[in-house]
């Protein structure tokens, strides 16, 4: 399986780390050794002091495709989960300041937690879903994926231009405002529309 993740998929996230808003979907990858599932703690890289959390939703895909057309690529996904794309951000600085791939500073081992796949077709609107991260009991993060740059049918035609999707891949769709980092110690909580799916305790 693989790991898809769309970068700076929100106006204010790409803000607030001063990039600029992308025309076009930003996509990466993560080895599947990156997936931190059943909400085991992730213990602190010690390759990085500045570890920050992403909270993301996350599609499942349902069926194989490539080269899929917009207007049928909501038959290509069906559940969702709430992911932290965890990100060693001063690692990612030194990449992106040469010009380098990022993938030592986001695919390392356990930089993919994961939560369960809820349906789709049970949460109030599949357009605009609530999310929300708690660190240490407070609300840092609060998105809604209405305020996506590039939808999740658009994501999901934009990538299967180049990798074909194939049924268990998952895409990390990006990450609203507030993320920030992680100190030993740490709880994270998603929210997925109010429920609590995921928990990570940093160690
Ligand atoms: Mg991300």
């Given at each position: 399986?693989?790991?898809i ?54 599609l499942?895909i349902?069926?194989?495709g490539?080269?899929v057309q917009d207007?049928f690529a909501s038959d290509y996904y ?72 590039f939808s999740f049918d658009y994501i999901i035609s934009y990538v299967s231009q180049?990798?074909?999707l ?5 895409i ?32």
């Amino acid at each position: 399986m693989k790991i898809i993740c769309i970068g700076r998929n929100y106006i204010d996230h790409a803000k607030e780390l001063k990039n600029p808003v992308p025309k076009k979907p930003l996509v990466f990858m993560k080895p599947p050794s990156a997936l931190l599932i059943n909400n085991k703690p992730l213990y602190y890289p010690e390759f990085t002091k500045d570890l920050h959390y992403e909270l993301e939703v996350v599609l499942k895909i349902a069926k194989n495709g490539r080269h899929v057309q917009d207007e049928f690529a909501s038959d290509y996904y069906d559940q969702v989960a709430l992911g932290i794309d965890f990100t060693a951000r001063d690692v990612q600085a030194k990449c992106k300041e040469k010009g380098h791939p990022w993938e030592i500073a986001k695919g390392f081992d356990n930089s993919a937690a994961l939560s369960n796949f809820v349906n789709l077709s049970k949460l109030p609107d599949p357009k605009a879903i609530k999310f929300q991260m708690k660190r240490n009991g407070k609300l840092v993060q609060n998105g809604n994926t209405k305020d996506l740059i590039f939808s999740f049918d658009y994501i999901i035609s934009y990538v299967s231009q180049y990798f074909k999707l194939q049924q268990g891949d998952i895409i990390y769709t990006g990450t609203p405002a507030g993320v920030g980092p992680v100190q030993i110690g740490d709880v994270l909580e998603g929210f997925l529309e109010g429920d609590k799916l995921l928990e990570t305790s940093i160690k």
